[in-house]
């Protein structure tokens, strides 16, 4: 079975531009997260969706990130514009919540470099 | 406001010897407890988990502990091998804090030296 599909691997692009990062989670999983990965916060979550719907976005730094899943198998993360500081690595996750332990499983990530 | 605490960033253990990495967390709703491991360039892969019903859990090499009284988790690896060297998270979840998501520690590096 496929993982969680992330694109692109790594971006780097000039201060101010828009990025967007897309993934695809695992097929029959119900919940999607975007997690950000930086050396002096570690793992934090910025949202997640449940059967499409955003449930917690508490953790989205500021307007200029936003997020969408249109559908079951696709869901994309936006910054615009982008900033230095928004250089991280982002991973996108999913599960079937609960049900199956909460386990979580994340995609290989995506590394943006923001300049 | 940190609720889940990995207060070693680093750890070194020799090939054969037992690996002990420790997780503190702060929130009494959290009631399901995780171990990732990460490699470089590489997303968290699951490891082991338990549940606050339990005080251990075991999977080969990897036993997880739990002490809810004192709000603290261990992950023990007997033995080491050079192939455990990562990063390893704990992570914990509970209903009433954000749901179902998973709130991640900082991460522990291990290093297990031949």
């Known amino acids: 079975d496929a993982g969680v599909i992330q694109s692109p691997r790594h971006e780097v692009t000039e201060m101010g531009q828009e990025v967007t990062l897309r993934c695809k989670p695992i097929s029959g999983h119900d919940y999607l997260f975007w997690y950000r990965q930086t050396m002096m916060r570690g793992l934090e979550l910025l949202i997640y969706?449940?059967?499409?719907?955003?449930?917690?976005d508490s953790g989205m730094p500021e307007d200029r990130f936003s997020a969408k899943m249109p559908n079951a198998s696709f869901s994309t993360l936006k910054i615009q514009p982008s900033e230095p500081r928004d250089s991280a690595v982002y991973f996108c996750?999913?599960?079937?919540?609960?049900?199956?332990?909460?386990?979580?499983?994340f995609g290989e990530g995506s590394w943006l470099t923001v300049v | 406001d940190q609720q889940v605490k990995q207060n070693s960033p680093s750890l070194s253990v020799q090939e054969g010897r037992i690996s002990i990495l420790n997780c503190d967390y702060t929130n009494s709703m959290f009631d399901y407890f995780l171990w990732y491991k990460k490699y470089p360039a590489e997303g968290p892969t699951f490891l082991i988990s338990i549940s606050s019903i339990k005080d251990k859990n075991e999977d080969g090499r990897f036993t997880v502990f739990l002490n809810k009284s004192a709000k603290h988790l261990s992950l023990h690896i007997v033995p080491s091998q050079p192939g455990d060297s990562a990063v390893y998270f704990c992570a914990a979840s509970g209903l009433g804090n954000s749901g179902y998501a998973l709130n991640f520690g900082k991460g522990t590096s291990l290093l297990v030296t031949p």
């Open positions: 969706f449940n059967n499409n719907v955003p449930i917690d």
């Open positions: 996750a999913s599960s079937r919540g609960r049900t199956s332990g909460n386990t979580i499983y």
